[in-house]
T-cell receptor, first 115, second 115 residues
């Protein structure tokens, strides 16, 4: 069973640029959640995708967008990068079943630095 | 709004001793879950223990146990027989049942186990 993987591991961008981060779900999972973890802080929920549809969003501007593909992998896109976007971006996958909560498994994260 | 507060930014403990990490939360929901996550220096977040709010019995996983006080909205983690591998950031988190299943994290406690 393959765990959650993310790419790239590290990324350096400049203000105003756009970035795409990728996440491969654990085998059998149908839900992907993205979190932003600033230095010294706990992760903050960005959004969640379930069966290719956005299923909940945190307090992040529209320049943060995402996709989920038929194989349940996912992308996080950030446009017009700002210095405050520098953070560790975590992806978590789970198998969502109605009426129950199932554990979210986290990937190792992508460290984004905006200069 | 749902909030999670961890008031201990850093803690240390001697190997083989016991340490307790504190967490309080605020929610108006009746059905929710509480979690402790561990994030070692390698960054991958892993679930340590979970507690369903409707269960009165405190959860236990080997050396890890919780003290869940629902009325006081308190959820502490006790680590017994601390090991060097327990050195990590520990995050308290909560989630509502249903909805988007977004995890709400505290700011974390950095635990160092000393030899």
């Amino acid at each position: 069973e393959t765990g959650v993987t993310q790419s790239p591991t590290h990324l350096i961008k400049t203000r105003g640029q756009q970035v795409t981060l990728r996440c491969s779900s654990q085998s059998g999972h149908n839900t992907v959640s993205w979190y932003q973890q600033a230095l010294g802080q706990g992760p903050q929920f960005i959004f969640q995708y379930y069966r290719e549809e956005e299923n909940g969003r945190g307090n992040f501007p529209p320049r943060f967008s995402g996709l989920q593909f038929p194989n349940y992998s996912s992308e996080l896109n950030v446009n017009a990068l700002e210095l405050d976007d520098s953070a560790l971006y975590l992806c978590a996958s789970s198998l969502r079943l109605s009426g129950t909560y199932n554990e979210q498994f986290f990937g190792p994260g992508t460290r984004l630095t905006v200069l | 709004a749902q909030t999670v507060t961890q008031s201990q930014p850093e803690m240390s403990v001697q190997e083989a001793e016991t340490v307790t990490l504190s967490c309080t939360y605020d929610t108006s929901e009746n059905n929710y879950y509480l979690f402790w996550y561990k994030q070692p220096p390698s960054r991958q977040m892993i679930l340590v223990i979970r507690q369903e709010a409707y269960k009165q019995q405190n959860a236990t996983e080997n050396r890890f146990s919780v003290n869940f006080q629902k009325a006081a909205k308190s959820f502490s983690l006790k680590i017994s027989d601390s090991q060097l591998g327990d050195t990590a950031m520990y995050f308290c988190a909560s989630i509502f049942q249903g909805g988007s299943e977004k995890l709400v994290f505290g700011k974390g406690t950095k635990l160092t186990v000393n030899p």
